[in-house]
């Protein structure tokens, strides 16, 4: 029996793009909602992270979840390495997220943040790179080839005062075409939890690899800037 709350996407395939992604031909927004998780709530016990991915209707178009052992997560917090498989709601893997272990500090812009995304799994179809800046969080978007196609910025030291947090979507010529929302949840949940909620909003023409590496962006600031030992 299918959950009921789940909006389900048949898969018909469409010549050109990657199995799975099809759906995201369709929208120009997603929301996405980690969801609660009480050991963290109530012990400070750090679980592998799990996303709900809906569109502009509330509707559950994608799942996440963070796979990873105990030791790393524990040990190593926001820093930690990570690989996220993003489900559609047949359960097959469409995006699969990489994060290596990476020096997370502005003092060695030789190890900066980088990001593999996978769409289907085992066919690279862009990374997000971390460029240094002393005040700004910046990032490169890289096609499967390793060329920069779209830039992303976030707002001077925003992350940490403001209730709502825009990461701008550029292009190379610095002309916003979306962005990435991190969403205010409530005094309770900031305060107690690193759950969080995310906006994506990118033109619908977008190429549905970019909208892919975007979800996987949206994985990596929440890690870098929201991910907290609470």
């Known amino acids: 029996m299918q959950p009921m709350n789940m909006y389900m996407v048949p898969n018909q395939g469409i010549p050109g793009f990657p199995p799975g992604l099809e759906y995201l031909t369709q929208v120009d927004q997603l929301l996405i909602k980690q969801k609660v998780e009480l050991i963290e709530a109530l ?3 750090e679980s ?5 991915i809906r569109n502009s209707m509330g509707q559950n178009v ?14 190593c917090g926001p820093l930690r390495s990570f690989t996220i498989r993003v489900l559609d709601n047949f359960g ?13 500090s502005c003092f060695f812009p030789c190890c900066l943040q980088e990001l593999e995304i996978q ?14 800046h002393p005040f700004l969080p910046k990032f490169t978007i890289e096609n499967e080839h390793r060329e920069p196609v779209l830039k992303l910025q976030g707002p001077f030291c925003g992350w940490s005062c403001l209730p709502d947090v825009d990461f701008e979507i550029l292009t190379m010529d610095e002309v916003s075409i979306g962005k990435i929302s991190k969403q205010w949840t409530g ?10 909620n995310f906006g994506i909003q990118f033109p619908m023409d977008l190429d549905v690899r970019m909208k892919a590496v975007m979800i996987g962006a949206c994985f990596l600031i929440d890690f870098m800037f929201f991910e907290t030992n609470n």
């Open 43 to 45: 012990a400070g016990f």
């Open 119 to 132: 769409a289907p799994p085992g066919n690279t179809v862009g990374y997000v790179l971390q460029q240094w």
């Open 62 to 75: 994608f799942y996440a979840v963070e796979e990873n052992d105990c030791l790393t997560r524990q040990c």
């Open 187 to 196: 005094l309770l949940r900031e305060a107690f939890t690193d759950s969080d």
């Open 48 to 52: 592998n992270n799990k996303y709900e």
């Open 92 to 104: 097959q893997e469409i995006i699969t997220v990489s994060r290596p272990l990476k020096c997370m």
